[in-house]
C-alpha cells in the first residue's frame, strides 16, 4: 500500500473544556485553543483530535450531541471552530474531529421527536422495546430506561440522556453520512468514532459490540464520505484482537485508517473486574507481550497501530504506571520513548507532554465526571465505603486526565482567569507548560524531539518490529531497516537492571539517560530510556 500522511503523523488529542479559556467563564473554548496553536506547532504536532466540541447538554462533556451541525455556546460558534481549522491549516495541523454516532442526546431533535411522536419516522431512528433485558449500561444500572409517555423502553449504553441510535435504519444512516459529509467540506482531516464497534449492536441477542453488520456499514459510511478523501480515520474499539483491527484497516477493502485497541490499556484492570478494582502494579512481561503480537502483526500493508497510554477516560500513565513521586520526570520520559518509536501512530493527549499527574481526590464534591459519580452513588447503596470509592477515583477515575491543562504559575495555572469547571492540580506551580519550555532537559523537550524523529527518520513506518529478551523489568526492542537497526531500551522499574547484548552503538538517537558505548555491560539506572542506531 501506498503511504499517507497519517503513517507518520503524530496526533495530540485536546478535550476542549479543560485546554485553555478565553474569555474567563472557567471553561476552556474554541478560541482558547486557537490561542495556542503555536505552542502545538512548536511540538511539532501533525494533526489535533479535538474531543466533541457540538451542541450538547454535557451531560457526558459533550459526548452526549445534540446537534451535529452547530457548536456548543460555551465552546463558541461555528465561525471559532471555522478560524481553528483554517488557523491550524497556516500550521500545517490538521483537525480531527470525534464523531459520536453510537448515540445522540436526549435532546437531540430526533430524539424529542421519536419520544413526542411514537408514529414519527424519528421513533425507528432509536431502540425501544416494550421488555428491558438484562444489559447493563457502562455507566453503571441497566442499559434501559421507561418512557412514562410511550410505555416502551430505550436502550442506552451510556447514560439515560445518551440514548442509542439504531444502524439498522436506513434513513438514519444515510442522515449520518449527510452530516459527515458536511464536516468534510469544512476541511477537516478525519474524524475519530467514538465506540464505533457498537454500531452493529443486536440488544435483543445481547450483541454489544463487534455485531455482524458493524463492517457492512463501516465499509458503506466509507463510500458514502471519506472514501476517496486523503483524511485520517480511527475507530474506538475497546476490544479488538489483530484480527478483527486488520478488518477495520486493511487497505484491501479499506474500512478506517486504524483503531484504537486497548488490550495494553485493559492491564490497568484486574481479569474479569469493573475497571474500580483496578490493578496499580504493571505486569511488564504482558506488556511486553502484548505490544509485540500488535507491532508484529500490524503494518502498513495489513492493519495499522495507535500508539498511546492516555486519553480523556483514562488515568494520567506516569501516575498508575509510572513513578510519579520519585521519578516524575524520568518515568514519563521512559513511557515516552518506548511508544513513539513503535510502528502506528502515535497520540499524545494534553498534558502528558509536561508530564501531568493524576489529581488527589478527597471528597466527592471534586468529581464531575458521570462514570465516577454513577459508580460512587451505586457503591454506596451497596455499603462500599466511601474512603474506598475514592481510592479508586483516585488511581483510575476519568477526571484525572479532565483537569485543567497547567499552562504557568498564575492564578488557576494560566487556565482562565476564573475559577475552572474542575479543579487544576495543586501540584501546577512545579508542572507546568512555561517552566517546561524554560528547561532544555524537561519532558516537552523528549516529545518534541520524538516528533521531529518520526518526521525525519522514514524507516519508522515501515521497519520490523523484534521483541528482545530481557529480564523482566526491561523493556528493549530492535527496529530493523534493511542493514539498518535501531535499538530501544526501556528500564520500567524504580530499581536498577542489568542489560547485556553484544552489539555496538552507532550513534544515540535520543536518551533519557547517559549512554555509555558499551552494550555488552549496561546497569541501566531506574527509568532509563534509549533508542541507538546500531553498527551493521
Ligand atoms: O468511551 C467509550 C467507553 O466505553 C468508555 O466509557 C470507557 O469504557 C470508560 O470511559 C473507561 O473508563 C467513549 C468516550 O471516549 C467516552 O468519553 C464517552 O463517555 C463514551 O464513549 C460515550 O460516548
Ligand atoms: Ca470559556
Given at each position: 500500500?501506498?503511504?499517507?500522511?497519517?503513517?507518520?503523523?503524530v496526533?495530540?488529542?485536546?478535550?476542549?473544556?479543560?485546554?485553555?479559556?478565553?474569555?474567563?467563564?472557567?471553561?476552556?473554548?474554541?478560541?482558547?485553543?486557537?490561542?495556542?496553536?503555536?505552542?502545538?506547532?512548536?511540538?511539532?504536532?501533525?494533526?489535533?483530535?479535538?474531543?466533541?466540541?457540538?451542541?450538547?447538554?454535557?451531560?457526558?462533556?459533550?459526548?452526549?450531541?445534540?446537534?451535529?451541525q452547530?457548536?456548543?455556546?460555551?465552546?463558541?460558534?461555528?465561525?471559532?471552530?471555522?478560524?481553528?481549522?483554517?488557523?491550524?491549516?497556516?500550521?500545517?495541523?490538521?483537525?480531527?474531529m470525534?464523531?459520536v454516532?453510537?448515540?445522540?442526546?436526549?435532546?437531540?431533535?430526533?430524539?424529542?421527536?421519536?419520544?413526542?411522536?411514537?408514529?414519527?419516522?424519528?421513533?425507528?431512528?432509536?431502540?425501544?422495546r416494550?421488555?428491558?433485558?438484562?444489559?447493563?449500561?457502562?455507566?453503571?444500572?441497566?442499559?434501559?430506561?421507561?418512557?412514562e409517555?410511550?410505555?416502551?423502553?430505550?436502550?442506552?449504553?451510556?447514560?439515560?440522556?445518551?440514548?442509542?441510535?439504531?444502524?439498522?435504519?436506513?434513513?438514519?444512516?444515510?442522515?449520518?453520512?449527510?452530516?459527515?459529509?458536511?464536516?468534510?467540506?469544512?476541511?477537516?482531516?478525519?474524524?475519530?468514532?467514538d465506540?464505533?464497534?457498537?454500531?452493529?449492536?443486536?440488544?435483543?441477542?445481547?450483541?454489544?459490540?463487534?455485531?455482524?453488520m458493524?463492517?457492512?456499514?463501516?465499509?458503506?459510511?466509507?463510500?458514502?464520505?471519506?472514501?476517496?478523501?486523503?483524511?485520517?480515520?480511527?475507530?474506538?474499539?475497546w476490544?479488538?484482537?489483530?484480527?478483527?483491527?486488520?478488518?477495520?484497516?486493511?487497505?484491501?477493502?479499506?474500512?478506517?485508517?486504524?483503531?484504537?485497541?486497548?488490550?495494553?490499556?485493559?492491564?490497568?484492570?484486574?481479569?474479569?473486574?469493573?475497571?474500580w478494582?483496578?490493578?496499580?502494579?504493571?505486569?511488564?512481561?504482558?506488556?511486553?507481550?502484548?505490544?509485540?503480537?500488535?507491532?508484529?502483526?500490524?503494518?502498513?500493508?495489513?492493519?495499522?497501530?495507535?500508539?498511546?497510554?492516555?486519553?480523556?477516560?483514562l488515568?494520567?500513565?506516569?501516575?498508575?504506571?509510572?513513578?510519579?513521586?520519585?521519578?516524575?520526570?524520568?518515568?514519563?520520559?521512559?513511557?515516552?520513548?518506548?511508544?513513539?518509536?513503535?510502528?502506528?501512530?502515535?497520540?499524545?493527549?494534553?498534558?502528558?507532554?509536561?508530564?501531568?499527574?493524576?489529581?488527589?481526590?478527597?471528597t466527592?464534591?471534586?468529581?464531575?465526571?458521570?462514570?465516577?459519580?454513577?459508580?460512587?452513588?451505586?457503591?454506596?447503596?451497596k455499603?462500599?465505603?466511601?474512603?474506598?470509592?475514592?481510592?479508586?477515583?483516585?488511581?483510575?477515575?476519568?477526571?484525572?486526565?479532565?483537569?485543567?491543562?497547567?499552562?504557568d504559575?498564575?492564578?488557576?495555572?494560566?487556565?482562565?482567569?476564573?475559577?475552572?469547571?474542575?479543579s487544576?492540580?495543586?501540584?501546577?506551580?512545579?508542572?507546568?507548560?512555561?517552566?517546561?519550555?524554560?528547561?532544555?532537559?524537561?519532558?516537552?523537550?523528549?516529545?518534541?524531539?520524538l516528533?521531529?524523529?518520526?518526521?525525519?527518520?522514514?524507516?519508522?513506518?515501515?521497519?520490523?518490529?523484534?521483541?528482545?529478551?530481557?529480564?523482566?523489568?526491561?523493556?528493549a526492542?530492535?527496529?530493523?531497516?534493511?542493514?539498518?537497526?535501531?535499538?530501544?531500551?526501556?528500564?520500567?522499574?524504580?530499581?536498577?537492571?542489568?542489560?547485556?547484548?553484544?552489539?555496538?552503538?552507532?550513534?544515540?538517537?535520543?536518551?533519557?539517560?547517559?549512554?555509555?558505548?558499551?552494550?555488552?555491560?549496561?546497569?541501566?539506572?531506574?527509568?532509563?530510556?534509549?533508542?541507538?542506531?546500531?553498527?551493521?
Open positions: 500500500m501506498q503511504e499517507k500522511w497519517w503513517h507518520n503523523a496526533v495530540y488529542q485536546v478535550y476542549p473544556k479543560s485546554f485553555k479559556d478565553s474569555n474567563g467563564d472557567g471553561i476552556g473554548d474554541l478560541k482558547g485553543i486557537t490561542s495556542k496553536l503555536d505552542y502545538l506547532a512548536k511540538l511539532g504536532i501533525t494533526a489535533i483530535w479535538l474531543s466533541p466540541v457540538y451542541d450538547s447538554p454535557m451531560d457526558d462533556n459533550g459526548y452526549d450531541i445534540s446537534n451535529y452547530d457548536i456548543a455556546s460555551i465552546f463558541g460558534t461555528m465561525g471559532d471552530m471555522d478560524e481553528l481549522i483554517a488557523e491550524g491549516k497556516k500550521r500545517d495541523i490538521q483537525i480531527i470525534d464523531l454516532v453510537n448515540h445522540t442526546s436526549d435532546e437531540h431533535a430526533w430524539f424529542i421527536e421519536a419520544r413526542d411522536n411514537p408514529q414519527s419516522p424519528e421513533r425507528d431512528y432509536y431502540i425501544w416494550d421488555k428491558p433485558n438484562d444489559l447493563t449500561s457502562t455507566f453503571s444500572g441497566s442499559a434501559w430506561e421507561y418512557d409517555k410511550s410505555g416502551q423502553y430505550y436502550l442506552h449504553f451510556f447514560s439515560k440522556k445518551q440514548p442509542d441510535l439504531n444502524w439498522e435504519n436506513e434513513e438514519l444512516r444515510q442522515k449520518i453520512y449527510q452530516m459527515i459529509n458536511f464536516w468534510i467540506d469544512k476541511g477537516i482531516g478525519g474524524f475519530r468514532m465506540v464505533i464497534d457498537m454500531i452493529g449492536k443486536i440488544p435483543d441477542e445481547k450483541i454489544v459490540s463487534n455485531g455482524p458493524l463492517h457492512p456499514y463501516l465499509k458503506e459510511m466509507n463510500k458514502a464520505t471519506f472514501g476517496d478523501k486523503d483524511l485520517l480515520t480511527v475507530g474506538e474499539a476490544g479488538a484482537n489483530p484480527e478483527e483491527a486488520k478488518k477495520y484497516s486493511n487497505p484491501e477493502g479499506q474500512e478506517l485508517s486504524m483503531v484504537f485497541q486497548f488490550e495494553h490499556i485493559c492491564l490497568q484492570y484486574q481479569e474479569g473486574q469493573p475497571k478494582q483496578y490493578q496499580k502494579e504493571l505486569n511488564v512481561g504482558k506488556l511486553k507481550e502484548i505490544f509485540n503480537k500488535w507491532q508484529t502483526e500490524l503494518g502498513v500493508e495489513d492493519g495499522w497501530n495507535s500508539l498511546f497510554w492516555n486519553n480523556h477516560d488515568p494520567r500513565i506516569v501516575s498508575i504506571w509510572g513513578n510519579d513521586q520519585d521519578y516524575r520526570e524520568k518515568s514519563a520520559k521512559a513511557y515516552a520513548i518506548l511508544l513513539h518509536l513503535m510502528r502506528g501512530t502515535p497520540y499524545i493527549y494534553q498534558g502528558e507532554e509536561i508530564g501531568m499527574t493524576n489529581f488527589p481526590f478527597e466527592l464534591d471534586q468529581v464531575e465526571d458521570i462514570e465516577s459519580l454513577n459508580y460512587a452513588r451505586e457503591a454506596l447503596e455499603g462500599v465505603p466511601l474512603e474506598q470509592i475514592m481510592d479508586s477515583i483516585r488511581v483510575i477515575g476519568r477526571d484525572n486526565a479532565r483537569t485543567p491543562m497547567q499552562w504559575t498564575t492564578d488557576y495555572a494560566g487556565f482562565s482567569s476564573a475559577k475552572p469547571w474542575l487544576v492540580n495543586p501540584n501546577y506551580a512545579a508542572i507546568n507548560v512555561e517552566s517546561a519550555l524554560d528547561d532544555p532537559n524537561s519532558i516537552f523537550y523528549t516529545y518534541q524531539k516528533v521531529q524523529l518520526r518526521k525525519e527518520n522514514s524507516w519508522l513506518v515501515r521497519a520490523d518490529f523484534e521483541l528482545l529478551e530481557t529480564p523482566e523489568k526491561i523493556f526492542y530492535i527496529r530493523k531497516d534493511g542493514e539498518r537497526r535501531f535499538l530501544v531500551v526501556v528500564n520500567l522499574s524504580s530499581q536498577e537492571q542489568e542489560f547485556h547484548l553484544k552489539e555496538t552503538i552507532e550513534s544515540v538517537l535520543i536518551a533519557n539517560t547517559d549512554v555509555k558505548d558499551d552494550l555488552e555491560q549496561l546497569t541501566l539506572a531506574p527509568w532509563a530510556a534509549f533508542c541507538v542506531e546500531l553498527v551493521a
